[in-house]
């Protein structure tokens, strides 16, 4: 994983012109209802570098993350983008949640409990 530093987007942004790094992104599984994706996009703006940048505070959800993503598309500006899968809590979903309770896993809200607005694709 490459770590959020200004330092590195600057030496890619030179190298390669300003655009969108994927710096560390899972891949996204087509339907929503299973896994809830968060998401951190660092650019030369950000308050914070290093782990520090990739916690909560800087978190975002699916449709702010788009929003944002287009922002930085727009105005040219380049990013490291980040994101994080977990699991909805939906019994009605085929995983072993006892087993994924028992290996620390954390979970998400299932999709109808979950409040995040809901994206073109689907996602919240």
Same mark, same amino acid.
């Given at each position: 994983m490459m770590k959020p530093s200004f330092q590195t987007l600057a030496e890619l942004t030179? @190298? *390669?012109?300003? @655009?969108?790094?994927?710096a560390s992104i899972s891949s996204v599984n087509p339907n929503p209802r299973m896994y809830k994706y968060y998401w951190w996009i660092f650019t030369e703006h950000s308050p914070v570098e290093g782990m520090a940048f990739l916690t909560d505070p800087y978190r975002l959800n699916s449709f702010d993350f788009q929003q944002q993503l287009k922002?930085? *598309?727009?105005?040219?500006?380049?990013?490291?983008?980040?994101?994080? @899968?977990?699991? @909805?809590?939906?019994?009605s979903l085929p995983f072993d949640f006892s087993k994924l309770e028992q290996d620390g896993y954390t979970f998400a809200p299932s999709f109808?409990?979950?409040?995040?607005p809901v994206t073109a694709e689907g996602f919240k």
């Open positions: 030179a @190298r *390669k012109g300003p @655009r969108i790094f994927n922002y930085c *598309k727009e105005n040219n500006l380049s990013a490291l983008i980040y994101n994080e @899968r977990l699991y @909805r809590l939906d019994h109808d409990e979950d409040p995040d």
